[in-house]
């Protein structure tokens, strides 16, 4: 593509290599984003095709367009593809090419470990999705609770695909987690104390802390599952002293900080845009970084707020009632924050600031809807319904979805040189927007007039056909928004206005580089003394970003992150063979990748 | 005066009150929706729905106050030319302390109530309150009624005005046991190992419906192929039909011989009718006869109860009084004669996943019953019967 081909012209050598080359050896922190967005971008239409298929199934009562089966791989491949295909990848999209830009480095602290979490991201999704071509794809939920999940219950491979992928996608993400904290720790421009940090990097930060300690509590969750049905063991198995709800337990433990993972960086997008296109600071800088800190803290203390059908008696119930409600209050106190960024401010209504807009109001919606879950009593009524799947789609299409089309209409220029079309961008907008709306709208009075979740059909008695044919409709508006934001994407990178540096007239430090940045970004780093550097000391900032060059030595490229990455997937893809030493062979290769790497000269 | 006193004020804010009501009854509809959760039958979803709406009047207002806010916003602060470059404010600690303190005290007037509901929904049920045992199974409801001695499935009944006990627990997978009409939902899990004697544990859900009707619900846990079709029905009547309907779901009594209600809880190891059965339902007639004689040397009763007969198998749902039950396999298909045909020879056709084994394919390790379909006919007429 045009940005990647910029890239390599740069490349003052003789020999140039192949693109294909080029971005299997890249240990470059904006390539690697590159290749992270384009993929989740990718996996965002299959698990679009996957929303869409359920959804005309569901569309009439008692249809029979899809069976029961293959509608039970359909809702479990899309949660799964959403969350862990394509939610945290384009985070980490976004991480990998904006926050060293925005913190004034050259690249992150583990440039190959970088890669290594790229490759085994696609790798193991790859795999995951190799299941629908045996028909046998992974079908108990992206929550997959026991027992259904055992051996037992669930006789095939789909189970297998299921725990094997995530536990090799889950590998990946803690390391990547590793490298941003360590990247963000000690890869500071001089003078840039945490505190004058962009927004963007802090909700990076946490959100990689979060990631550190909650995929482990899912590792672990795996483990059981997979010992249950590869070596007999009987966690989950009441008759044996084992219980299912463990499972629930371990999962949500995971689950819930999982959700601040997909959220707080669409929150730090909207913290970057908000402040740009309204031309004032943040409102409340030190409170946003706290509450989110504290959102990601809280966030530990609310899971079973998934579980009050479960029978956990009145106390639990009364106490994750509480915390559940309690966590509301910094999430609200952000709201708060970007509307006064954005009073008394000169607003200009982008694309990019069209989105994160619609953004703060549709994830508020969504925000309401989950206070409404924690009153306990009536999640009774609520849970497993329809309401439900309302409420996270209202707030992870709402605040992580439309941040990130924000962020993307933000940050195309820094990243491709070029502006995207306008017009074409208020298109997508609104038809995105009315999409989101008419699906998931309909969705609160489905579920509470009692149609439950992750049915393949439901029964004309019901008299809900009416309601659930309006949000298939929206479901086809939404898919025309996105192929209109694709459309444009694509366009515009040949067709688009050339961007300059800083088209928008931002503030922080990644405008302070070419568009897009040359393979080192900064000629010289400079020291920054404000946190709006190009805000309030352009000059200098932008005098030394592209002035003299220092001396610096960029990490070199390597082979070996993508190779250790087939290992590290093999080794989880070849338990299928049910041979006792398959798996032993991928460690054998992933073990002769690092040796290889520790040893290859930097 | 203000304007709210005057006799015009007050017709106003009647009117005014009014027309939030029809508008928010429009906006919830009727019971044309079976299963709406927004008609209750019983103080427990009542007691749910007053949690629900304080819940939600007090997050409406604060949406309605942010969508405001952002209307302003949007309207006042577009840049305009000529507009001076804005006052580059960086924050107001009293703002931040107050939509802080604000909507803290706002969880504080949703939270109370609500603990409170969560504690009195999960009292102990009374002491004559009726007992019944449910138990979720891949994919159809058993329902014991241990004092009673009745063992149904899909369909059971209930008197208004007496408190109700739900013991539940499931056979296989986690379910989820919810009748939207009559209040919240709970899991049915898998039964742990027990001591000797000891009841295993379970879920609970105690209410008291207070009017009569057929409710219907379905399973709310995620639990395998079919559990989009696990449908059930309450049947709240009044007490003296309930213990008539009692009754007929037992064995009648041997001539001479013990009430029904001494008789062995249907389905244990050990019951068995004492005296010739004898079958009180409609008037049999050759075909119908001959479909009971089928059923009964067939295949089926290894999993299948019927009382007033032979048939003591509990692997799959009792049939007892079949016919009374609005739908064939839990909401597979409506109750008729050629649906039960349909069900007995090719089931998967139905309701993909169930374990019920068709004449020509088997399922679940049961092998395929090879009925003609002569004798499906016959077997069909004979359920159909059992009204």
Redesign the interface.
């Given at each position: 593509m045009a940005t990647i081909e910029a890239h390599a012209a740069q490349v003052p050598s003789a020999r140039r290599k192949s693109l294909l080359w080029d971005l299997l050896t890249t240990v470059d922190h904006k390539k690697i984003g590159i290749l992270y967005g384009v993929t989740a971008l990718v996996f965002l239409v299959l698990g679009g095709l996957e929303a869409l298929l359920m959804r005309i199934q569901l569309s009439r009562p008692e249809n029979d367009f899809i069976?029961?089966?293959f509608?039970?791989q359909l809702f479990t491949m899309h949660g799964t593809t959403m969350v862990f295909m394509v939610g945290m990848p384009i985070a980490v999209a976004f991480f990998n090419f904006i926050v060293p830009l925005q913190i004034g480095a050259r690249d992150v602290a583990f440039p190959r470990l970088n890669a290594l979490s790229y490759w085994i991201f696609l790798f193991g999704s790859l795999f995951m999705n190799a299941s629908f071509l045996i028909g046998q794809a992974p079908n108990?939920?992206w929550f997959g609770?026991a027992?259904?999940t055992s051996k037992q219950?669930s006789p095939g491979l789909n189970i297998d695909f299921w725990v094997l992928g995530l536990q090799a996608l889950g590998i990946a993400s803690i390391m990547g987690g590793v490298n941003f904290i360590a990247t963000i720790i000690n890869l500071r421009a001089p003078g840039m104390r945490l505190m004058r940090m962009p927004l963007f990097t802090w909700m990076a930060f946490v959100t990689s802390f979060i990631i550190i300690t909650a995929l482990p509590v899912f590792a672990v969750a795996l483990f059981l599952v997979t010992f249950d049905r590869f070596w007999g063991t009987l966690f989950f198995t009441?008759?044996?002293?084992g219980?299912?709800?463990l499972w629930q337990h371990l999962f949500w433990l995971f689950g819930h900080p999982e959700v601040y993972i997909l959220i707080l960086p669409a929150f730090g997008i909207l913290s970057e845009v908000i402040p740009t296109f309204?031309?004032?600071?943040l409102?409340?800088?030190?409170?946003m970084v706290y509450s989110g800190a504290l959102i990601g803290l809280i966030g530990w203390g609310v899971w079973a707020h998934h579980m009050f059908?479960?029978?956990m008696?009145?106390v639990a119930?009364?106490y994750f009632?509480?915390s559940t409600?309690?966590i509301?209050?910094p999430t609200?106190?952000k709201?708060?924050?970007w509307?006064?960024t954005?009073?008394?401010?000169?607003?200009?209504?982008t694309t990019a600031m069209l989105f994160a807009?619609a953004s703060?109001?549709t994830f508020?919606?969504g925000g309401?809807?989950g206070?409404?879950h924690?009153?306990?009593?009536?999640?009774?009524?609520q849970?497993?319904?329809y309401f439900v799947v309302a409420h996270f789609h209202y707030v992870l299409l709402g605040g992580l979805v439309l941040g990130v089309f924000a962020g993307l209409y933000h940050w195309y220029p820094k990243i491709t040189g070029r502006l995207m079309s306008e017009s074409l961008g208020k298109w997508s907008f609104w038809t995105y927007l009315a999409g989101l709306h008419l699906t998931f709208l309909p969705m609160h009075?489905i579920g509470?007039?009692?149609?439950?979740?992750?049915?393949?059909?439901?029964?004309s008695?019901?008299?809900?056909a009416g309601l659930n044919m309006a949000a298939t409709a929206g479901g086809v508006l939404s898919a025309i928004g996105v192929l209109l934001i694709f459309i444009n994407v694509a366009r515009s990178l040949r067709k688009g206005e050339v961007a300059g540096r800083n088209p928008w007239g931002a503030a922080t430090l990644e405008w302070a580089t070419e568009s897009p940045p040359v393979e080192h970004n900064f000629q010289c780093i400079p020291t920054v003394h404000s946190r709006e550097p190009l805000w309030l000391e352009r000059e200098r900032v932008e005098d030394t970003a592209f002035g003299e060059r220092e001396s610096f030595h960029m990490p070199p490229s390597s082979y070996w992150p993508v190779l250790t990455a087939v290992g590290v997937v093999a080794t989880f893809a070849l338990f299928l063979t049910q041979v006792w030493w398959m798996p032993l062979v991928g460690v054998a290769w992933t073990g002769l990748g690092i040796i290889n790497w520790a040893y290859e000269p930097v | 005066m203000s304007p709210t006193t005057t006799s015009r004020g007050r017709a106003a804010r009647a009117f005014a009150l009014a027309a939030v009501l029809a508008t928010a009854t429009a906006c919830v509809g009727g019971t044309e929706y079976t299963q709406t959760t927004f008609h209750p039958v019983s103080e427990y979803g009542s007691l749910l729905n007053r949690v629900f709406y304080n819940t939600f009047a007090w997050t409406m207002a604060i949406l309605v106050v942010v969508l405001a806010l952002v209307a302003v916003v949007v309207v006042r602060f577009r840049e305009r030319p000529g507009r001076s470059h804005p006052r580059q404010i960086h924050g107001n600690t009293a703002l931040e302390i107050a939509w802080t303190l604000i909507p803290a005290v706002i969880v504080t007037f949703i939270a109370v109530p609500t603990v409170q509901a969560v504690f009195s929904t999960q009292r102990t049920p009374v002491a004559d309150a009726l007992e019944i045992e449910v138990i979720g199974h891949q994919w159809w409801w058993e329902f014991r009624y241990p004092a009673q001695g009745v063992l149904t499935a899909n369909q059971f009944h209930i008197p208004i005005g007496r408190e109700i006990h739900l013991r539940l627990t499931s056979a296989d997978v986690i379910h989820s046991f919810w009748l939207p009409r009559i209040g919240g939902k709970r899991d049915v899990m898998p039964q742990p190992r027990t001591a000797e004697g000891e009841r295993p544990r379970a879920n609970h859900l105690v209410f008291v419906v207070d009017s009569t009707g057929r409710f219907r619900g379905q399973c709310a846990e995620f639990c395998g192929e079919a559990h989009g079709i696990m449908a059930l029905y309450a049947v709240a009547v009044q007490p003296a039909e309930f213990d008539a309907w009692v009754t007929s779901m037992l064995d009648a009594p041997a001539p001479g011989g013990a009430p029904p209600g001494a008789a062995a809880p249907a389905g244990s190891a050990a019951a068995a009718p004492a005296a010739p059965v004898q079958d009180t339902t409609v008037q049999p007639s050759s075909l119908e006869e001959q479909g009971r004689q089928l059923f009964l040397t067939s295949s089926c009763i290894a999993c299948h109860t019927v009382a007033n007969t032979t048939a003591r198998g509990v692997l799959g749902p009792s049939l007892t009084r079949l016919a009374s039950r609005p739908t064939v396999g839990a909401g597979a298909a409506p109750m008729t004669a050629e649906n039960l045909e349909r069900w007995i020879r090719d089931p998967q056709s139905l309701k993909a996943g169930t374990i019920m084994p068709g004449t020509t394919t088997g399922a679940g390790g049961v092998p395929p019953t090879g009925l003609t379909d002569e004798q499906i006919r016959a077997i069909a007429a004979w359920l159909y019967s059992l009204k």
């Open positions: 069976s029961a089966d509608y039970n108990g939920g609770y027992n259904l219950f009441t008759m044996a002293g219980d299912p709800i309204s031309r004032k600071p409102f409340g800088y030190a409170v059908a479960t029978g008696g009145p119930d009364s009632t509480i409600m309690i509301a209050i609200g106190v709201i708060f924050n509307i006064a954005m009073w008394g401010g000169s607003i200009r209504f807009v703060v109001v508020t919606m309401v809807s206070v409404m924690a009153t306990s009593p009536h999640n009774l009524q849970t497993d319904t009075w509470l007039l009692g149609m439950p979740r992750r049915v393949f059909t439901y029964s008695e019901l008299n809900l | -």
